[in-house]
């Protein structure tokens, strides 16, 4: 099968599966020594061992005695003269990590064929440190073996429908199928866990533009958009580190395969579908050379205008080893081995700058540095929108509307009724639509020209008349009753309360045309307010204020107009924020324009 034979050969894969690991290890509180105590335990099968193997932790499959003599055995004797797992602190959890994958490796090289049992190694050892923790918490061999198989992934899978998908298009539906139920699960009892990796995440992000006096703003916005993202514990998938390449391009560090995970949600760009629903296996490599055309890259396989048979069939034989041998760095011909060799030949980038040897054979491990040039990431950015713009530009030609006016043109064709809608062309041009006036000279649309008045029954109460007396009988409540004198003091307090409405501008629904309306020289952040009611409050004109209640906020300036005490007006629709969405008028949908405020003081 090409997954397994592929995967179980990449470094990069297996760095991947490890990190993912120490993730989900973290989610169910256990601890590094409870994992040191693991590999101890496994490695010599002892009691631990013995009882869990019973019990069923490590699922159908074990390792032979011959792994874990020829591999684990060495490493575990290794780190211990090394003293590698006495480090403490976070920095030495990540070298513990490190050295113990670099160790798995260096001994599994040597045989190849067991490579292919490296993942049951990996998630054995995990198991292993799970069911230590749960012994030591209280559980039971049967539940400490069930919680160690199941918080990891177990690729003994019995779905038929899965297997065949995986054996055939969808070679990365396996994982997907066993890690979502792991995050649902996480997610739901023990949210705190998000909490930490998002606030760690957003520690050393924020550390490192401490350090480097970078722009994160500007910086993110310049990558592709696939890196733009987060992942779904909330983190950024691309990591900056705290410190620049040689050129003084930031780097960041992809961590998008280190989550759990992490490509439920993963959309590639132009892609419409997740990472783990992108089609692959034997099939897809058949129609890619059906179809002349990479998945991965885009490109055509060979080129059949320009060259001869020979030249297309070394093509297609140069993506078939590419597509069935692994990706890694001692693999002849691989992507990492091409990397690598480019950087020692001393390959240089669009700029002339030559490729870093240690960011392409860390990228080989599965530790994936990128050093990222801002501005030439913005030109690329800038190219591909002038490659977009003249792509519509050539369609709007072939509609023949590639200008607004042209564009009205084909609406007063397309629909009679807009008549008159293409002679639009300068500022304050006006039309409407059936003339200057609806039914001129007495012409109305009826059989016989005549008008017709129909009564219409009022509902007894609207929901916005309801909404009204409601809110005026809290409003009696809470005040009970006071003279108009006592009402009147009341206006003196810094969170007075008044009953705005919006109106309209220089403006057509939305479409502002002047930020000061002409007929009162009001700008667009006025509140329009009584001379006495801003004097009991010790308010002058354009003093800045705000309008609070339940549902929002509205800041603006004092504009004074001979409007009725104890009533505001603000400008449609920047005071949407204060007004409420879900009264309406029953009969005619017309939504309240009119609401309750406290009016506050802004220093």
């Known amino acids: 099968m090409i997954p397994t034979h592929n995967t179980a050969r990449s470094p990069v894969v297996h760095m991947n599966n490890v990190i993912s690991n120490f993730v989900l290890m973290d989610m169910i509180d256990v601890r590094m020594q409870d994992f040191v105590g693991g590999i101890r335990s496994f490695v010599k099968g002892d009691a631990h061992y013995q009882e869990a193997l019973k019990h069923g932790a490590f699922g159908a499959d074990m390792m032979t005695q011959e792994i874990r003599d020829q591999v684990l055995k060495p490493i575990l004797e290794e780190l211990e003269r090394n003293n590698t797992f006495q480090q403490g602190g976070r920095l030495g959890m990540l070298g513990q990590v490190s050295k113990f994958t670099e160790l798995l490796w260096s001994k599994l090289k040597a045989l190849d064929q067991k490579m292919v049992d490296l993942y049951r190694v990996e998630d054995e050892l995990f198991r292993m440190a799970s069911y230590i923790r749960r012994r030591e918490l209280g559980d039971d061999p049967k539940q400490a073996a069930q919680v160690a198989r199941e918080q990891f992934i177990d690729y003994d899978i019995r779905a038929p429908w899965i297997n065949t998908a995986r054996n055939t298009v969808l070679p990365f539906i396996s994982y997907t199928y066993r890690a979502a139920p792991l995050v649902a699960r996480a997610v739901a009892t023990r949210p705190w866990k998000l909490g930490k990796y998002f606030l760690l995440a957003y520690a050393l992000n924020a550390l490192a533009y401490s350090l480097t006096g970078g722009d994160e703003d500007r910086e993110r916005k310049s990558l592709r958009d696939r890196e733009q993202g987060k992942t779904w514990l909330g983190t950024p998938q691309m990591l900056r580190m705290p410190v620049n390449d040689r050129h003084g391009n930031p780097i960041f560090l992809d961590v998008r395969r280190w989550v759990p995970a992490g490509d439920i949600f993963d959309m590639g760009d132009g892609d419409v579908l997740p990472a ?67 950087a020692m030949r001393g390959g240089t980038d669009r700029q002339g700058r030559p490729y870093d040897i240690g960011t392409a054979a860390a990228s080989s491990v599965g530790i994936k540095l990128k050093p990222h040039d801002v501005e030439d990431a913005r030109a690329m950015q800038g190219a591909e929108f002038q490659r ?216």
């Not at 890259?297 to 205008?305: A, D, F, K, L, S």
């Not at 039914?439 to 909404?467: I, M, Q």
């Not at 479409?511 to 952040?525: C, H, K, S, T």
Request: proline share 5%.
């Open 276 to 342: 783990w629903l992108n089609l692959g296996g034997p099939l897809m490599i058949g129609a890619e050379l059906f179809l002349n055309r990479s998945a991965f890259t885009g490109q055509e396989i060979r080129n059949n205008r320009s060259q001869d048979w020979w030249q297309r069939r070394g093509n297609d034989i140069d993506h078939l080893y590419k597509s069935w041998m692994p990706s890694a760095a001692w693999v002849p011909g691989s992507w990492y081995w091409e990397r690598i060799a480019t």
């Open 388 to 603: 977009v713009e003249r792509a519509l530009r050539e369609r709007a030609q072939q509609l023949g509307c590639e200008t607004g006016g042209a564009m009205r043109q084909e609406i007063a064709r397309v629909v009679p009724f807009y008549d008159g809608f293409q002679h639009l062309s300068q500022t304050g041009d006006a039309f409407q639509y059936g003339g200057p006036h609806l039914c001129a000279d007495w012409n109305f649309p009826t059989p016989d020209g005549k008008a017709y008045f129909r009564a219409v029954p009022l509902p007894a109460e609207t929901v916005v008349s309801r909404h009204r007396r409601e809110a005026a009988q809290t409003s009696s409540a809470e005040r009970g009753v006071r003279s108009a004198e006592q009402e009147s003091q009341s206006l003196l307090t810094s969170a007075a309360t008044f009953v705005v409405s919006t109106r309209r501008g220089k403006q057509f629904n939305t479409l502002i045309y002047a930020e000061i309306d002409p007929l009162n020289g009001a700008a667009r952040d006025a509140v329009l307010m009584n001379p006495d009611d801003a004097a009991g409050l010790h308010l002058v004109n354009r003093d800045r204020i705000a309008l609070t209640n339940d549902l929002g906020r509205f800041e603006g300036r004092v504009f004074l107009a001979p409007i009725a005490r104890g009533n505001l007006q603000i400008h449609w629709p920047e005071g949407n924020a204060i007004i409420r969405r879900d009264v309406v008028d029953a009969a005619g949908g017309v939504p309240d324009y009119n609401a309750r405020v406290r009016v506050e003081t802004i220093p």
